[in-house]
């Protein structure tokens, strides 16, 4: 069964301060690792996809890196429109579908 | 514009009264989803589709009825709700199974009473 934990659960920063958010997984055969946003009262949207361990993704402040374990999504000085949940999932051999981490909070603080 | 769109966004409804969810997308994905989304258990996959005529239960189909006629179109079914299926409930479709870039519903928030 695959699993997906992310940490930490909710996260406060100032504006400008960089950080990381991890999500751990456990996949059989991974076939994909994915970043979403969700912000409050709306669906989650799609930031990137990580197919392989080393591989790097870049939108704007976030960055997204994959390992074998794990990924990090790095956020560097956030500003307060960065401030939503973050949701981290992967779909592996075994399924059709994701599977989802329950995602970290973040709050950026002007 | 591309999206995907819920109705009812929000509903109130009683144990055992048959409802369905609507959803629709007009990207022409051949993949389309249901989600539940609740505290603390994050979002769980209830049924999806790879295509017409083609649905498999997700982690969660328990209490759960869909069906794909059209590509656009996957409704959602709770033939007898209970206060457990009171959640926030996410359409969600794609071109392929596999790319995992789904594109999600604004949401439907549903209490049973």
């Known amino acids: 069964e695959d699993q997906v934990t992310q940490s930490p659960e909710a996260l406060r920063l100032q504006e400008g301060e960089s950080s990381s958010l991890n999500c751990s997984y456990t996949?059989?055969?991974?076939?994909?690792l994915f970043w979403y946003r969700q912000d409050p009262g709306k669906g989650p949207e799609f930031l990137f996809t990580?197919?392989?361990a080393g591989e790097e993704k870049e939108k704007e402040r976030l960055k997204a890196t994959l390992t074998k374990k794990e990924s990090f999504l790095h956020i560097t000085a956030p500003k307060p429109e960065d401030s939503a949940t973050y949701l981290c999932a992967v779909t592996g051999g075994g399924a059709d579908g994701l599977t989802f981490g329950k995602g970290t909070h973040l709050i950026i603080q002007p | 514009e591309a999206q995907v769109t819920q109705n009812p966004r929000y509903l109130i409804t009683v144990t055992g009264k048959k409802l369905t969810v609507t959803c629709s997308q007009n990207m022409n994905h051949e993949y389309m989803s249901w989600y539940r989304q609740d505290p603390g258990l994050g979002l769980r996959q209830i049924y999806y589709?790879?295509?017409?005529?083609?649905?498999d239960k997700g982690d969660v189909p328990e209490g759960y009825k869909v069906s794909r006629k059209e590509k656009r179109n996957f409704p959602l079914i709770l033939e007898s709700p209970s206060p457990n299926q009171t959640s926030l409930y996410f359409c969600?479709?794609?071109?392929?199974?596999?790319?995992?870039?789904?594109?999600f519903g604004e949401g439907s928030r549903l209490t049973v009473l």
């Open positions: 969600a479709s794609s071109l392929g199974h596999i790319t995992g870039e789904l594109f």
């Open positions: 589709s790879m295509n017409v005529e083609v649905t």
């Open positions: 990580l197919y392989s």
């Open positions: 996949v059989s055969g991974l076939r994909g």
